[in-house]
């Protein structure tokens, strides 16, 4: 909950622990509204771009094509990269009732870039399970972690299809 009054306190915190555990890069994707607050707990190694073709008016102002992503620490992946992932945003229903699954192609577009075959990919907020099924379909391990019974249950359902969507 991003309301929550210790929000800031809350993420520096779980942030710092990416930081120990992870080997290599972390891609944080936090929205226009967080921008600043995480900008304020860490100065990114650089900021990629989340275009969103046909997004219009889903937000406040109308506008929102492109989210932020920032990259912190050394990623193992390419060396030379466009910054840019273009992922429109599909309804899928085999997201369920999530208040807002990510694209398969918005985490292959950085999974693919920022890692390599056989490496392990951590999301700490697995929501619907988007950043699982991307490193499945691309080879690398995965870990992921959702608080949510119901979002974990939508999640394993997408692992085990064999089509993944």
């Not at 309301?3 to 929205?31: H, T």
């Not at 951590?122 to 080879?139: H, M, W």
Request: with cysteine; net charge positive; glycine share 10%.
């Amino acid at each position: 909950d991003d309301k929550k009054k210790d929000y800031k306190k809350w993420c520096a915190s779980w942030f710092k622990e990416l930081e120990r555990i992870c080997d290599g890069g972390i891609v944080i994707s936090p929205g226009m509204v967080n921008l600043a607050m995480w900008v304020k707990i860490k100065e990114p190694k650089w900021t990629m771009c989340w275009y969103k073709p046909g997004a219009m008016g889903n937000s406040p102002l109308g506008v929102c094509n492109w989210e932020p992503m920032l990259l912190y620490g050394k990623t193992k992946g390419e060396r030379k990269f466009t910054d840019v992932v273009t992922a429109p945003i599909i309804p899928m229903e085999v997201t369920g009732d999530h208040p807002c699954p990510k694209p398969i192609k918005w985490a292959t577009g950085f999974i693919s870039k920022l890692s390599k075959e056989g490496m392990t990919i951590l999301d700490p907020f697995l929501g619907s399970g988007t950043t699982a099924v991307a490193a499945k379909q691309l080879g690398r391990n995965y870990i992921g972690i959702e608080i949510s019974e119901k979002y974990c249950k939508i999640a394993e359902q997408r692992l085990r299809q064999d089509i993944l969507l």
